[in-house]
């Protein structure tokens, strides 16, 4: 199974975060990352604000992000990546994952659902039409499931601290792993270039499928 909609918050675990410089370093210390260029990456149990589970498709290029909201550059990242969404909108199966590792407790739940509530209706490029933050089919906004499956997704991708880049092709094959976030956009154009139409017309709206 692949990404996974988890339907509810009844599981309780103990990913406890801190703040250490520019990023948010987790407890416990997860073993060596096992997410490897050129093989299969872990699937990734993760929960929506609507709840639920569904199955991305196999032929998507996938950037999977992991985050926190205590990362002194949370902001930062977020605006990177937003670019990163709009200047690769013309490409029809890229997607983007965008996976919180918080606590597992109802407080951090309510923070991050404000804050993508918060975030309304977002336009990424100039004369795109307006789209739901909470929404958005190419960019999907997650929560790690705080149950023993979401505590061995951190382990398989070695998240020790975030945030933390990985970029997956199609099958979930692993194209990049631990990416630089100041060569981020570079290494997504270079995995994209290939499947980039001739044009520049963006893919209209109406023909994008919500998740």
């Not at 604000?49 to 990362?71: C, H, I, K, Q």
């Not at 997650?142 to 997956?168: H, S």
Request: charged share 25%; proline share 6%; glycine share 6%.
């Amino acid at each position: 199974m692949a990404f996974r909609l988890v339907a509810s918050l009844s599981l309780v675990a103990s990913c406890l975060v801190s703040t250490v410089g520019a990023q948010t370093s987790l407890s416990p210390t997860h073993e060596e990352q096992k997410v490897i260029v050129g093989k299969k990456a872990p699937d990734v149990v993760a929960l929506n604000l609507a709840g639920g589970w569904y199955d991305y498709p196999v032929e998507r290029t996938v950037l999977l992000t992991f985050w926190s909201m205590n990362d002194a550059d949370a902001e930062e990242d977020m605006a990177r990546l937003a670019k990163i969404r709009g200047e690769f909108s013309d490409v029809p199966n890229f997607l983007m994952i965008t996976v919180l590792v918080e606590g597992a407790n109802s407080d951090d739940w309510d923070k991050w659902s404000n804050y993508c509530v918060d975030k309304g209706m977002v336009t990424y490029n100039k004369g795109q039409r307006p789209v739901s933050f909470v929404s958005d089919p190419r960019w999907w906004q997650m929560f790690t499931d705080p149950g023993p499956a979401g505590r061995k997704m951190l382990k398989e991708y070695g998240i020790d601290n975030t945030p933390q880049f990985f970029l997956l092709g199609p099958n979930r094959c692993t194209l990049a792993s631990e990416i630089p976030k100041d060569v981020l956009q570079d290494v997504v154009a270079k995995h994209l270039a290939k499947g980039r139409p001739a044009s520049s017309g963006r893919v209209p709206q109406s023909q994008e499928k919500s998740h």
